[in-house]
């Protein structure tokens, strides 16, 4: 069975500042895609950013990117000059190609300090 | 842009009530699919449906059912509410472009918050 695993329940980051959050997945297939997911206090689920397995080459988008390391099964987000709308909860989440669920893991709560 | 709906956006029970959820995909989604977050919990997977049959299932008890109808809405229906059935429950779509296509991102709804007194 597909696990994501963040080890970080929380972190805090100066505005402005870079912060990077943690995920590793295990899986034993081949074709799959990866996500992070932002969760804001109204509860929305918005996709931050999206990877797919077959590519080398990390995704971004804007500020966020995105450190993707098959071999190692490690997956970690990068959120660079950190804005206070940044604030929400984190959650790194994996999808199987021919798979509808989507698996996420239990979270990161990002607290940006102004 | 047009989103995914949900209704209600917010329903209180009884335990042992029944409630019914309700999930209006955005036109032209042909795929449907609902999960449950606990409080303080991530997002686990229950059920979902392609052109109205039933395409993957999680962990969804036994006292829960779901359909999807001919213009594509869904509904969960959940019987027998038990305290533990509080949660947040998101109905996500995806578009129609074909299910061997590598990817069909899913839009989520705003969840409807469900609360078992």
């Known amino acids: 069975a597909q696990t994501v695993t963040q080890s970080q329940p929380e972190m805090s980051v100066q505005e402005a500042e870079t912060v990077t959050l943690s995920c590793t997945y295990d899986?034993?297939?081949?074709?799959?895609?990866l996500f992070w997911y932002k969760q804001p206090p109204s509860r929305q689920m918005i996709l931050v950013i999206r990877q797919e397995a077959y590519k080398q080459q990390n995704a971004t988008e804007n500020r966020f990117s995105v450190n993707f390391q098959k071999a190692a099964k490690s997956f970690s987000l990068k959120i660079s000059d950190s804005q206070l709308g940044d604030a929400a909860m984190y959650f790194c989440?994996?999808?199987?190609?021919?798979?509808?669920?989507?698996?996420f893991g239990k979270g990161t709560r990002l607290h940006i300090l102004p | 842009a047009a989103g995914v709906i949900q209704s209600p956006r917010h329903l209180i029970k009884e335990k042992r009530e029944t409630a019914t959820l309700k999930c209006y995909p955005i036109?032209?989604?042909?795929?449907v699919y609902w999960y449950q977050q606990g409080p303080g919990q991530d997002p686990q997977f229950l059920i979902s449906f392609y052109e109205k049959m039933q395409s993957d299932k999680g962990s969804i008890p036994d006292r829960f059912s779901a359909q999807q109808f001919s213009d594509y809405h869904s509904e969960l229906n959940m019987s027998s509410l038990e305290l533990g059935d509080s949660a947040l429950y998101f109905c996500?779509?995806?578009?129609?472009?074909?299910?061997?296509?590598?990817?069909?991102?899913?839009?989520f709804g705003p969840g409807t918050r469900l609360t078992v007194l």
């Open positions: 989440a994996y999808k199987g190609r021919r798979d509808d669920k989507i698996i």
């Open positions: 996500a779509s995806s578009p129609n472009v074909g299910r061997l296509t590598p990817y069909n991102e899913q839009f």
């Open positions: 899986t034993s297939e081949s074709d799959y895609y």
């Open positions: 036109p032209r989604h042909d795929t």
